[in-house]
């Protein structure tokens, strides 16, 4: 191989290592992008729950003071003000755990995407790897082989992990959604049969 080939064999090899860090750099900051816009839609949400909460106080509260009610009126209007509170605390605390899943599938897809990016990249690497080495250097190449199949079982376990982890937690949430609005349907039956 002349001096010409091997320069320009190293110089593949720098572009797709640079490729394979510049992939990685990205699609760390797509994460922590998406991250953050999780984390401001969750802020902004609960910030307007909180609101909407001290807004139906506020209102209740006139409510009570500003006319002669009879208890039971009274206590049927603080038991809707707070079966309302509950089922926007059930919307926001669903908006919640929906957005997380979707942020959770973004990131998996995101993560199944940087995979196959370096597996390309590696496999970029293990060609030109092989052409700087001589057909008398084949152990040469086949050890460079062992880690490109040890990466991609690596990988490969990362991303089953992830995808059970998510699947698990996309079940406990639902369940956990399920056992909520259970409970706030109770509750909301138990409040209107004691008013009645």
């Known amino acids: 191989m002349t001096q010409m080939n091997v320069n320009e064999t190293v110089w593949n090899l720098t572009q797709s290592v640079q490729e394979s860090g510049q992939a990685i750099a990205q699609s760390a900051v797509e994460a922590q992008e998406r991250n953050i816009r ?24 006139e409510e009570v003071v500003g006319q002669a009610q009879k208890p039971q009126e009274v206590f049927q209007s603080v038991t809707n003000s707070a079966v309302s509170a509950q089922e926007r605390n059930i919307q926001f605390v669903q908006s919640v755990v929906e957005n997380g899943i979707r942020v959770l599938h973004s990131h998996a897809e995101a993560n199944r995407a940087l995979t196959q990016e370096l597996i390309e990249q590696a496999r970029k690497r293990q060609e030109i790897f092989q052409t700087l080495v001589s057909a008398s250097m084949e152990a040469y190449v086949s050890y460079f082989s062992a880690p490109y199949s040890y990466y991609k079982q690596a990988l490969d376990l990362a991303e ?29 039956e138990d409040y209107q049969n004691v008013g009645q």
């Open 38 to 61: 999780y984390a401001q839609s969750v802020l902004t949400n609960g910030t307007e729950v909180l609101k909407s909460h001290v807004e139906s106080t506020r209102s209740l509260m």
């Open 160 to 188: 089953t992990t992830t995808r059970q982890g998510l699947d698990n937690f996309q079940q406990a949430t639902r369940q956990g959604l399920d056992t909520f609005r259970n409970v706030a349907r109770q509750t909301r």
